[in-house]
């Protein structure tokens, strides 16, 4: 199968494999594609395929990640005396949410991982395919807002969901969801797009951080 037809698979699947895995409360020990649960680990739930070898993949295809709010989001958001958000202001917080994602990953794989970053299959290439799901922007700035105080107790929330596979067979070799929360408290404050971008920024660093210590890890396990 090429590798864009296995990337527009994966991209009409990821929602319901996610869901199907976050509506468990007790997690399957073995996913329904063979994968086995990982204990300890520093990301909520965590699946892998037995003995999966990553330090064979030198270099990362990187796609990028579908974004989704959670259930509701808008209409909750327009329950808000003297706030309309539009669908328009969705998509922009969607886009402006992916090239930040794409930002980060590739800052640290490159730069703190040395990473070779491709758009394209070879024996030696990984696909990192992500989603953040359940995203909640607690005070979006959007027009007619900007400026305006609220008592905000966190930028928001969201749910990164992610699969590596290879890029030659299409094999999935890991699934991975973990949850954050923005924890930088506040009380009264004004809706600030440059606030919850940095608590965005945070929250994606610390994935990519884990991405790239496993992938680290696992080079030092065969070395």
């Known amino acids: 199968m090429r590798i864009m037809n296995l990337l527009t698979y994966f991209i009409f699947s990821l929602t319901l494999s996610f869901n199907a895995l976050a509506e468990q409360r007790d997690p399957p020990e073995v996913t329904v594609d063979g994968l086995h649960r990982v204990k300890d680990t520093k990301m909520a739930l965590v699946y892998a395929k037995p003995e999966v070898d990553l330090s064979q993949y030198n270099r990362i295809y990187l796609t990028e990640p579908q974004i989704s709010f959670t259930k509701h989001w808008l ?13 328009e202001d969705m998509q922009r917080i969607k886009t402006e ?63 990164l969901y992610m ?41 994606l660093g610390d994935w990519a951080n884990l991405l790239r210590l496993a992938l680290d890890e696992a080079r030092t396990v065969v070395r």
């Open 75 to 87: 209409q909750t958001q327009n329950s808000i005396p003297n706030q309309t958000v539009r669908k």
């Open 97 to 159: 949410l992916a090239a930040l994602f794409m930002e980060v990953f590739k800052d640290e794989l490159q730069n703190n991982g040395g990473y070779v970053l491709v758009d394209g299959a070879a024996e030696d290439v990984l696909i990192v395919h992500p989603a953040i799901v359940d995203l909640d922007v607690f005070a979006p700035d959007v027009p007619g807002t900007t400026g305006t105080r609220s008592a905000i107790p966190s930028a928001g929330s969201m749910t």
């Open 163 to 203: 699969e590596l596979m290879d890029s030659v067979t299409g094999d999935m070799l890991v699934k991975a969801i973990d949850n954050k929360y923005d924890r930088t408290r506040t009380h009264i404050q004004a809706r600030n797009r440059k606030r919850n971008e940095a608590a965005a920024r945070q929250m």
